[in-house]
């Protein structure tokens, strides 16, 4: 690796498994500190410890849709000596056998994607612009989209789709509201990714197929397929870039 991050500290939401664990070995193997949060304290401990030494790879379990963990997290780490100049809000669920095309979608399932896809990258998001204009050094903020949220590939989970069209939203606000204090937010874009999240379809044939009939690449992609992207988004060489997606989706949504 080229050692691009470092200096830097980074945190990253849901990063005890799939696309965020790529992502957080990824910043650690170019030179950074980073923090593996997760709900899932073991996942957490285990993904951290996997990775590196204390000095380079610290565990913190966080519920993204519990504000006061949210806020105590972020508390303690300035407190650690390890604040944040880098914040990957990637965790989410997607509740395949529940969400559904929008009549046929319960509240009970619509509440609970809310809760933790679109309010908790929102309290990541506002928490880690808090941290960052204490520190008074800028930074930079990366929220985990979706295809789902930009065309019709998620005709059949509204309430997935409708929250990750929020995050696209949430990114391009925030941006422009905090570009003066030199915090650059920005969204990567992944499509469909062969992670533990979407085992109900990776597991049927068929509907693998299906999916990966929709990307011209004609593969689905993999975890590490983003984490250079995620790099450049974390690094100087983004300097000038704020408020933008960034498609890592075998061009799914080009069609």
Not at 185 to 201: H, K, Q
């Amino acid at each position: 690796m080229t050692a691009r991050l470092t200096g830097r500290t980074a945190l990253v939401t849901g990063a005890g498994s799939g696309i965020g664990r790529a992502i957080a070995d990824r910043f650690v193997d170019e030179g950074a500190r980073v923090v593996y949060a997760d709900r899932d304290a073991a996942a957490a401990s285990g993904a951290a410890s996997a990775a590196g030494s204390d000095d380079r790879a610290v565990a913190c379990t966080m519920d993204i849709a519990d504000e006061a963990g949210v806020e105590a997290g972020f508390a303690a780490l300035v407190a650690q000596g390890w604040t944040p100049d880098v914040v990957v809000a990637n965790a989410g669920v997607q509740l395949f056998g529940h969400d559904a095309a929008v009549a046929d979608v319960s509240l009970e399932t619509w509440n609970r994607t809310v809760a933790v896809n679109l309010t908790g990258t929102f309290l990541t998001v506002k928490h880690a612009v808090r941290t960052m204009l204490a520190a008074g050094s800028g930074g930079s903020i990366i929220a985990t989209g979706s295809p789902t949220g930009l065309n019709g590939e998620g005709a059949g989970f509204a309430a997935y789709s409708s929250t990750k069209g929020g995050i696209h939203a949430l990114v391009r606000a925030t941006a422009m509201a905090y570009a003066h204090d030199g915090i650059r937010v920005n969204t990567v874009v992944p499509g469909y990714t062969e992670t533990s999240l979407v085992s109900a379809i990776s597991g049927d044939p068929a509907s693998r197929a299906a999916i990966v009939s929709r990307t011209p690449l004609g593969r689905p992609g993999t975890p590490e397929d983003v984490t250079g992207i995620m790099v450049y988004l974390a690094s100087e060489e983004s300097s000038y870039a704020t408020g933008a997606e960034f498609r890592v989706d075998g061009g799914m949504t080009s069609l």
